[in-house]
Structure formats: structure tokens, C-alpha cells
């Protein structure tokens, strides 16, 4: 296997999810490994955004059984804005300018509600749906994994 072979596996290996490979002809062998590193990073504090996210709930059980019928059934009716994908989230578009959305914020479909970096991309996240922010389920600046509830919204 002559160097530019090498060069060309390297680059598959590393625009792809492939965690390590290994090619062995006449010549030799090759193993070609990705770094580990950036996925323990990432994974830690992801975690902990998990075991963050349920805490609300809990508190809100208590309230929500000293609460009349109703109150239950509207918990039912929220929708979740859920993140498109893994990366940081952040509820301004740079520290120096506002909040694209809090609580009690009307949101319509195409209305920015916040943004997740991912690999030095910003990607702007944008509702799907009418209605009203009733909780926002993310700290500032905390890392999301994808499909991760971001946001309660009340259907208009």
C-alpha cells in the first residue's frame, strides 16, 4: 500500500463515523484509529443535561396533584421542541443581543428560538408550531444530544 492510499483511507476514516480500520495486503498492515477524545468530552456534560432535564417534572408532580382535574390534562396538551442535533445550545445570538425566546414568548412556525453550535456552525433552530413558550428545558450554553427536549410550547 503506497502513501497516497493512506492519506486517501485517513480522510474516509475521518469524515466518517468509522472508529478505527484496518487493511492488511502483501505489503503489511494498517490500522488507521479517530481520536477519542472530543467523544468522552462532549459525552460528560451531555449527562448531565440529562439528569437536569427530569428534575422539573418532579416538582412539578406535587403542584400538579394539589391542583384541580384540569390542570394535568393541559401538561398533556404541551409540544416539545426538540433539538435537530448535537452541539451547544444558546438562547442569544451572541452574548451582546436578546433572547431569541423565554417564557411566555409567541413562537410561529419559522420564529428562531435558538441556536446550536456544532463544529463551528450555528445553526439557527426554528419552531415548527404556533404557540406560547411555557418552559424552556436547557441552561444556557449546555450541550444538547440530538432529539433532546429544548422547549415546552402551549398550542395556540
Do not use: W
Request: with cysteine; glycine share 4%.
Amino acid at each position: 500500500m503506497d502513501l497516497k492510499q493512506i492519506h486517501e483511507l485517513i480522510k474516509i476514516v475521518n469524515k466518517s463515523n468509522i472508529g478505527e480500520i484496518s487493511i492488511e495486503d502483501k505489503d503489511g498492515k494498517v490500522t488507521i484509529k479517530q481520536k477519542e477524545e472530543p467523544a468522552i468530552t462532549v459525552a460528560a456534560p451531555q449527562h448531565q443535561v440529562f439528569t437536569t432535564a427530569p428534575a422539573p417534572a418532579v416538582a412539578l408532580a406535587p403542584v400538579a396533584s394539589g391542583a384541580p382535574a384540569p390542570a394535568p390534562a393541559k401538561a398533556d396538551n404541551l409540544i416539545t421542541i426538540k433539538s435537530p442535533m448535537i452541539g451547544t445550545f444558546y438562547r442569544r445570538p451572541s452574548p451582546d443581543k436578546p433572547i431569541f425566546a423565554e417564557i411566555g414568548t409567541e413562537v410561529t412556525p419559522g420564529k428562531v428560538v435558538c441556536i446550536i453550535e456544532a463544529m463551528k456552525l450555528f445553526n439557527e433552530i426554528e419552531s415548527e408550531i404556533s404557540g406560547t413558550i411555557v418552559k424552556i428545558l436547557v441552561d444556557d450554553a449546555s450541550p444538547v444530544e440530538y432529539d433532546q427536549p429544548l422547549f415546552l410550547v402551549e398550542p395556540a
